[in-house]
């Protein structure tokens, strides 16, 4: 494993751009939320103060009302599309104007128990971390779940669960524009243009609302709550109020958060499917999708083993798992992004979840079939889950790191023992 582990920190340095990694070079040119929280744990397999910046670079673009951005555009680059001209931002940096998956207090947590003499770091970001989570609570809890806008704040952009919600938006005056993304990607694996018209429709609703929160809760037309921000948050708000108490902060307001999910996260469950899924709150109806974010239920501490029988199920399907979409389900499409296929990171978070909820036997499963899957076909973006074929973007940060972190037999048990 050795050659791999060194391959994959390579690939660290190579998409370092000094105090924030980006995912890939060419593909994208820019920090991105959760992705940036996934290298830091891969450099702190080497270098922990390198892994202190990524999350700390990353804190410099929240915003004066505490939402952290999903994208943060530290030098333009031409190459993406939509840029910071599009999106808007009104933060203090170029960036957009959506969030996604808040992992961060959770692997700020790890980070500081690996290396006590970085505690003081762990404290400093508390503050930070509180107003995101606050924004989350105070903007995006509807009935105690977490509902998203765009579609890429969850990070499953063109999901199945997607499909209902956007059936009833007619994109208008969207203008016309060109996507670079499939010049680097064959569009096989890309989203299609159908999704794109619509992704971009909600970026223009946003922008020329100024980002108004008050103002986008009645008049989005996508409003979704979602399993994976419910499931991210409440694990970090677990995580944020260990912290919180080791420094002897007060507690409380997050014991509400903590709360509200709790109880909340029944609204994500389908009975008719008997799995979480996501709510169209504009349509009061469930997606019914079984998808990767449904199996988070274990590293959000909620549920039980309602989910096992999917899991069961699914693992059984195809040789390489957890695909991103239910191989039975009919709009399954192994290579096309989030319809389809193995993501290495979400695999871990479900991996982390179950080693906690005692399910050391399962954790173990997917830890050896993800090590398995990267060590035959490299660090692709995500992966087929029919023969582990690379797809999408190359030489990508956060498969690096979960590889040193996690799946790596020489170097994953110092920050991941299950």
């Known amino acids: 494993m050795s050659a791999l582990d060194d391959e ?31 290298a830091a744990i891969g450099f702190a397999e080497h270098d922990m103060e390198r892994a202190w910046v990524e999350i700390e670079t990353l804190f410099s673009g929240q915003w004066e009302n505490g939402m952290v951005p999903h994208i943060i555009f530290h030098q333009v680059d031409p190459s993406y599309f939509p840029g910071p001209d599009v999106w808007r931002g009104i933060g203090p940096l170029p960036s957009s104007g959506i969030s996604q998956p808040p992992i961060a207090a959770t692997f700020v947590r790890w980070l500081a128990e690996k290396d006590g003499a970085f505690a003081p770091r762990a404290e400093a970001l508390i503050p930070r971390l509180m107003d995101w989570h606050r924004w989350f609570m105070t903007w995006r809890c509807e009935r105690g779940a977490i509902v998203v ?139 019914g999708v079984v998808s990767n974010a449904s199996f988070l239920s274990w590293y959000a501490g909620v549920g039980g083993d309602r989910m096992m029988p999917h899991l069961e199920r699914i693992t059984g399907l195809e040789p390489f798992f957890i695909p991103s979409t239910d191989p039975e389900h009919e709009a399954y499409e192994p290579k096309r992004y989030w319809r389809g296929p193995v993501w290495a990171m979400m695999n871990m978070l479900i991996a982390r979840g179950l080693a906690d909820a005692g399910h050391g036997d399962w954790a173990g499963k997917i830890t050896e079939n993800t090590r398995a899957m990267i060590a035959g076909n490299g660090f692709a973006e995500y992966f087929d889950p029919r023969d582990g074929a690379p797809a999408g973007g190359r030489n990508f940060t956060w498969t690096a790191a979960v590889w040193l972190a996690w799946a790596s037999a020489t170097t994953g048990e110092k920050l991941w023992a299950a």
């Open 149 to 287: 806008t765009h579609p890429w704040e969850t990070g499953r952009d063109n999901c199945p669960d997607w499909d209902g919600p956007f059936a009833a938006i007619e994109p208008e005056g969207v203008e016309q524009y060109y996507r670079r993304d499939t010049t680097h990607v064959i569009e096989e694996e890309r989203p299609r243009r159908y999704d794109y018209d619509r992704y971009l429709y909600l970026v223009k609703l946003g922008a020329e609302s100024g980002w108004d929160e008050a103002y986008l809760r009645q008049a989005n037309p996508f409003r979704v709550a979602d399993p994976t921000m419910t499931f991210t948050l409440l694990r970090s708000c677990r995580d944020l109020r260990a912290m919180a108490e080791e420094f002897g902060l007060e507690t409380a307001e997050i014991d509400g958060w903590i709360k509200t999910m709790e109880e909340g996260a029944e609204l994500l469950w389908n009975d008719d499917a008997a799995t979480y899924d996501c709510y169209d709150l504009r349509a009061e109806k469930h997606t």
């Open 8 to 38: 994959a920190r390579a690939i660290l340095a190579t998409n370092d751009r000094g105090g924030y990694t980006v995912p890939t070079h060419g593909l994208y040119p820019y920090q991105w939320n959760w992705d940036s929280v996934f």
